[in-house]
């Protein structure tokens, strides 16, 4: 949620960062007036409170014969004070929907515009050159005999799927690798609940103009997670936090579930854009003015697990209009796909400043003592998605695939996966 000084004071720069983004800027002004009209009825409602105050106290003085008109006068005023502290609370609750609409201020240098306009700011690595015909993960998924689309899809549907013996052993090994990086960088490991309730979802953003993609359980009012950013996020909720001089960090790992409602006939063969998948994410707290520095350590600590996994992979600075809601900024790792031809993001990282802990109301103590509201960020160190960049960027002309160097002690010494026949 934005902040509502900064609405006051400023309502054009939130106006500009939802024009970025290709948001609704009548928000921003439906949100101003209906800030004045809560400040009215807040007044009104004070000023007849302390009214009805200086009344109570002629009240409890007044001469017997004066008292029977008096304490009627103080109904009256008790039922005007009823009526404007009602008043006063629906401008407030109108205001905070509204707030909840508008996105988070896109910070200075993020590109303007929708999906395509990211900007590239680095490629890494060289792109393999196969004097073979390569195959896509799929194809070698089953020569490999370490991916069972079909019988995932004769279970669960389409965008299911079985991992198998070393194909499943390589997702854990992924896993455990970045697990073990995070440790070692100072996060605390935790295994996040995949089922939130709605006041989380809420506060992390999800339940906007995305929450399609999200799965719900009506008969529990819980949400399963896309992603542990989300029990992350609502892990302090509510707390005032000691100390954030040095960011609090978490390495949370669940299983992730999203509908991919929008996604008809985009990626739908393979791995890519699935159901359900594993996921590491690293999620930190710290000082609003320290966001940026922690955002930049999360991006390299992205391209440290690429570069362990040995793939070509290039970093973009995401659109405004690509953001999603809670993000002021973001960052994209996107791996080489040989039978692509080109690169797909295979993690994020965002910067979200103070939008989620504001919503979740996540504060920590500053300097002075006083609560301040924290800022947030989160980004992906592994995911099962990488699975598909591993195979492809590593299989050799026999058909087999080899095995990054800094996996093969997660595999009981494995240095390579060879055909099933």
Known sequence: MIEINLLRENPLAIKASQAARGA??????????????????????????????????????????????????????????????????RADQELMITLHK????????????????????????????????????????????????????????????????????????????????????????????????????????????????????????LYLTGTSEVALAGYHSGEILDDLTTPMRYAGWSTCYRREAGSHGKDTRGILRVHQFNKLEMFSYCRPEDAEAEHAKLLAWQEQMLRKCELPYRVIDVAAGDLGSSAARKYDIEAWVPTQGDYRELTSTSNCTTYQARRLNTRYRDQDGKPAVAATLNGTLATTRWLVAILENHQQADGSVLIPTALRGYLGGVDKIRPKN
């Open 24 to 89: 609704d800027e009548g928000l921003v002004d439906l949100a101003v007036k209906l800030a004045e009209q809560k400040k009215t009825a807040l007044q009104q409602f004070e000023a007849m409170r302390a009214k009805q105050n200086v009344h109570g106290k002629l009240v409890a003085q007044a001469a017997k014969e004066e008292k029977a008109a008096l304490v009627a006068q103080a109904q009256e005023m008790s039922s005007d004070v009823k009526k404007l502290e009602t008043e006063a609370n």
């Open 102 to 221: 508008i996105e988070n201020i896109v910070l200075d240098g993020v590109p303007s515009g929708s999906e395509e306009n990211f900007v590239v700011l680095k490629e890494v690595g060289n792109k393999p050159e196969f004097s073979f015909e390569a195959k896509d993960h799929v194809a070698l998924g089953e020569s490999l005999d370490v991916i069972d689309i079909e019988r995932g899809a004769k279970v669960s549907g389409s965008r299911f799927y079985f991992l198998k013996g070393l194909g499943a052993r390589l997702e854990l090994a992924l896993m455990q690798l970045a697990l073990d990086q995070a440790s070692e960088a100072g996060f605390t490991a935790l295994i996040t609940p995949t089922l939130v309730k709605p006041e989380i979802m809420q506060g992390t953003g999800f339940l906007g103009e995305h929450s399609g993609e999200v799965y719900y359980l009506p008969a529990d009012d």
